[in-house]
């Protein structure tokens, strides 16, 4: 079955950088569109890009345009979200998305 995990949150201060990882499992993964969100408690889920099938291009919300980055491989069934200048408000579970199927989410907390 469809599977997605995410990895690479964790503590950061304002400034900072992080990169998540999604491993995808279940599917061709070369094949699809993927796609990043966000969410804070309280908020509605938030997407925060997206990126295609081929990974030669990508969009991303206002929120974080010229800040961060996806990418993908898929010769290793993963993608990658390359966070920069992070700021508290960029503090999230962060989740990837193909379709109805959704990792467990991993947890980015920026510190001011």
């Known amino acids: 079955q469809v599977q997605l995990a995410e990895s690479g949150g964790g503590l950061v201060q304002s400034g900072g950088s992080l990169r998540l990882s999604c491993v995808a499992s279940?599917?061709?993964?070369?094949?699809?569109?993927m796609y990043w969100y966000r969410q804070t408690p309280g908020k509605e889920r938030e997407l925060v890009g997206a990126?295609?099938?081929?990974?030669?291009?990508?969009s991303y919300a206002d929120s974080v345009k010229g800040r961060f980055t996806i990418s993908r491989d898929n010769a290793k069934d993963t993608m990658y979200l390359q966070m920069n200048s992070l700021k508290p408000e960029d503090t999230a579970v962060y989740y990837c998305?193909?379709?109805?199927?959704w990792g467990k989410g991993t947890l980015v907390t920026v510190s001011s």
């Open positions: 998305n193909r379709y109805k199927y």
């Open positions: 279940g599917f061709t993964f070369s094949h699809y569109i």
């Open positions: 990126i295609s099938a081929a990974g030669d291009s990508a």
